[in-house]
């Protein structure tokens, strides 16, 4: 999710009571809720740099471990530089602040795991990306659901009103059903649309994601993958949920088997795309003294080129290579021919590498 949804989080489990545990409390909520995000700087390293760190090593099991203790220990000397153990002001108790630090991180991969973008949350044990599909990565709903329990706990509390903090319980119950009933309306989708694929193609979808969309609950974009390439609609959800496509044809896989192709995916970039990407596919151009390879990720991009979700690599066009013995005076050109990646085949060529 995005990072005013982790902190309004934050702020909604601090109004709940937790915050008022100890001193800097509500700091540790917060500021917990959106620590694992610190892998978002690697954007200033530009490429796909981003690609291969979000959402990874500071996401994982063994970093919702540490960084509580990581937390902790920093506002405890935060503390205590600013003379925060006086008399005068509330005590800093380090078992509430290390409670209030691992509730808050906690509560950021749980988030994560609801949208179609997806958290390696067994780093760096295993890079497998996990996703819920249940929310669109910035959910106003959300925002409201969490604000509207700030709002009135805060209310609350400055009226010296009883149970300040059921208000903000109210809200993350109720968030945490809205959540329940969106992945409800995900599974329909899938369901709808894969019955449809086999009934109007006669195609057995091998993977199929159903997104959800901003602002609109009932409406789920689909990608599926079949033999041909992946089919591509939107299904309305309501008494009678229908699949529309929004192409007659599939967006063909492309030709991963080509050595060009080989050869745009050894590289870093090409690797980190596709380690990220959930459904991938390829097209190629060829330009002056080269062919660009774009891949593009279904989920995100429809074309080469997109702000996001798409890779262009040039690859040099390889010039023909003279052995010093020419057989039968002919040139022996050298090249990509027959170029294997190592690591094993490609996506959508049937190896372990697929797309989806």
Do not use: K
């Not at 796909?48 to 937390?71: I, Y």
């Not at 080269?290 to 066009?317: K, M, N, Q, W």
């Amino acid at each position: 999710m995005d990072n005013l949804c982790h902190t309004l989080a934050g702020v909604a489990l601090a109004r709940t009571g937790l915050g008022r545990r100890t001193a800097l409390g509500t700091a540790a909520l917060v500021i917990g809720a959106n620590l694992p995000d610190l892998d978002a700087l690697t954007v200033f390293l530009g490429g796909t740099t981003h690609l291969a760190f979000r959402r990874g090593w500071t996401h994982g099991v063994l970093a919702v471990g540490l960084w509580p203790f990581v937390l902790t220990a920093l506002l405890l000397a935060w503390a205590r530089w600013r003379r925060l153990h006086r008399a005068d002001r509330p005590p800093v108790e380090p078992g509430a602040l290390l409670l209030a630090s691992a509730v808050g991180v906690l509560s950021h991969p749980l988030l994560d795991l609801l949208n179609t973008y997806g958290v390696r949350i067994l780093m760096p044990f295993s890079g497998q990306w996990y996703y819920g599909d249940a929310l669109f990565i910035v959910d106003v709903w959300a925002w409201l659901l969490l604000g509207a329990g700030i709002f009135a706990s805060g209310y609350r509390l400055r009226r010296a009103r009883p149970h300040p903090g059921r208000p903000a319980v109210a809200a993350l119950s109720l968030l945490v059903l809205y959540a329940a009933l969106m992945r409800l309306g995900t599974r329909v989708a899938e369901h709808v649309a894969g019955e449809t694929l086999i009934e109007r193609y006669g195609e057995v979808p091998v993977s199929l994601l159903a997104s959800p969309v901003p602002l609109d609950p009932t409406r789920r974009l689909i990608v599926a993958q079949v033999p041909e390439g992946y089919r591509t609609g939107e299904v309305r959800l309501g008494r009678r949920p229908a699949w529309r496509a929004t192409r007659d044809d599939p967006v063909p896989l492309g030709p991963w088997g080509s050595g060009v192709v080989h050869r745009a995916m050894d590289t870093r970039e090409g690797r980190q795309f596709l380690e990220w990407a959930r459904f991938p596919y390829v097209e190629t151009e060829r330009v002056s003294g080269a062919t660009l390879v774009h891949f593009i990720d279904a989920r995100y991009a429809d074309r080469p080129g997109a702000s996001f979700g798409a890779l262009t690599v040039s690859v040099p066009s390889q010039p023909p290579v003279f052995t010093a013995r020419p057989r039968s005076g002919a040139a022996v050109r050298g090249g990509a021919r027959g170029h294997r990646p190592p690591g094993g085949d490609p996506p959508g060529s049937g190896g372990s590498r697929r797309p989806g």
